[in-house]
Nanobody, 126 residues
Framework: QVQLVESGGGLVQPGGSLRLSCTAS????????IAWFRQAPGKEREGVSC????????YYADSVKGRFTISRNNAKNTVYLEMNSLKPEDTAVYYC???????????????????WGQGTQVTVSS
């Protein structure tokens, strides 16, 4: 059974940090392109970061560039999203997703992904 499970969300003050984890079961994560999306109440789901399966290239939305870092731990079959200098506008439910191949231009298109986790809430507030 293919499954993605996110963890690591929570409440953090502005300027703080969190590390989200996305752990896969039923498939080998490093054979897939992985993306993190987020969705705030009343807003559309937006792409945050992705990492390709072919060469491990990483891409970031302009709103998080320089603050967020995506990485893989193949031994743990897990992808991480390190989030620093968090802002209130980063508040959302964060989802990880997987597809077996993707090009950069489609990295942040939700319909391109086959598997999704259940999401983890990130709240940035003082």
């Amino acid at each position: 059974q293919v499954q993605l499970v996110e963890s690591g969300g929570g409440l953090v003050q502005p300027g703080g940090s969190l590390r989200l984890s996305c752990t896969a079961s039923g498939f080998i994560l490093n054979s897939y392109a992985i993306a993190w999306f987020r969705q705030a109440p009343g807003k559309e789901r937006e792409g945050v970061s992705c990492i390709t399966s072919s060469d491990g290239s990483t891409y970031y939305a302009d709103s998080v560039k320089g603050r967020f870092t995506i990485s893989r731990n193949n031994a743990k079959n897990t992808v991480y999203l390190e989030m620093n200098s968090l802002k209130p506008e980063d508040t959302a439910v964060y989802y990880c997703s997987a597809t077996n191949w993707i090009i950069h231009a489609m990295c942040f298109v939700p319909s391109e992904y086959d598997y999704w986790g259940q999401g983890t809430q990130v709240t940035v507030s003082s």
